[in-house]
Structure formats: structure tokens, C-alpha cells
Nanobody, 127 residues
Framework: QVQLVESGGGLVQAGGSLRLSCAASVRTLSEYCMGWFRQAPGKEREFVATITRSGSRTYYTDSVKGRFTISRDNDKNTVYLQMNSLKPEDTAVYYC????????????????????WGQGTQVTVSS
């Protein structure tokens, strides 16, 4: 059973920064491809960022490129999402997700590819 617990959300002014953390209760986090998704009120859950098992490759949705950075510390079983230059449109509940992909160098931006999800953390950006 994989459990994911997000933290670090909160209220911030536009232009500010937050760092989200996702603590995973797994024996070896390096077995999992990890992703961050978000869901704004009235909208579908959307992809934000993903990172390969070793952390060698990352991929972002266009709207956050250059502002957000996904990273991982496999020794600490933790994944991070550093969010800079936040905008009001970044307001959403942010979810951490994990999956096992056959290719260790692969990542995925598809919700359907992820089998394990956290409970989410609220990020609110005021204008």
C-alpha cells in the first residue's frame, strides 16, 4: 500500500513562492515515477509536472514552465514542487501521484497512468 501525503500549501500573494512536499510511505521511492496534478474549482484535475524514477528527466505543462520545478530525494522518500512567480490562475488543490512504469527513464503526464494519489493540499494565490 502506497500512501502519499502532501504539505506546504497555503495562501500567497501573486508573484510569491511556495514549496510543496510529498512524503511517500514506500520502501523504495526510486521504483516510482512521480507527478504533480492540480484541480481548480469546477475544473478537471490537470497535469502539472512529472519526474522519472532517478530524477534525470522532468516534464511540465506549458503554463508552469520556467516557474515551477519538480525534484525528488529518493533517500528521504520525498518529492517536491517548487513554485515561483505564482499567479492567481495557479490557485487549486495540488495532488501528488505515483506510478510504476516499465521503463525507468519514462515519465507520464496522463492521470490514468497514476495508481496512487495523495489527499491534496490547497494553494491559493491572491491578486
Amino acid at each position: 500500500q502506497v500512501q502519499l501525503v502532501e504539505s506546504g500549501g497555503g495562501l500567497v500573494q501573486a508573484g510569491g513562492s511556495l514549496r510543496l512536499s510529498c512524503a511517500a510511505s514506500v520502501r523504495t521511492l526510486s521504483e516510482y515515477c512521480m507527478g504533480w496534478f492540480r484541480q481548480a474549482p469546477g475544473k478537471e484535475r490537470e497535469f502539472v509536472a512529472t519526474i522519472t524514477r532517478s530524477g534525470s528527466r522532468t516534464y511540465y505543462t506549458d503554463s508552469v514552465k520556467g516557474r515551477f520545478t519538480i525534484s525528488r530525494d529518493n533517500d528521504k522518500n520525498t518529492v517536491y514542487l517548487q513554485m515561483n512567480s505564482l499567479k492567481p490562475e495557479d490557485t487549486a488543490v495540488y495532488y501528488c501521484a505515483a506510478t510504476i512504469l516499465s521503463n525507468r527513464h519514462s515519465y507520464s503526464s496522463s492521470r490514468d497512468a497514476y495508481h496512487y494519489w495523495g489527499q491534496g493540499t490547497q494553494v491559493t494565490v491572491s491578486s
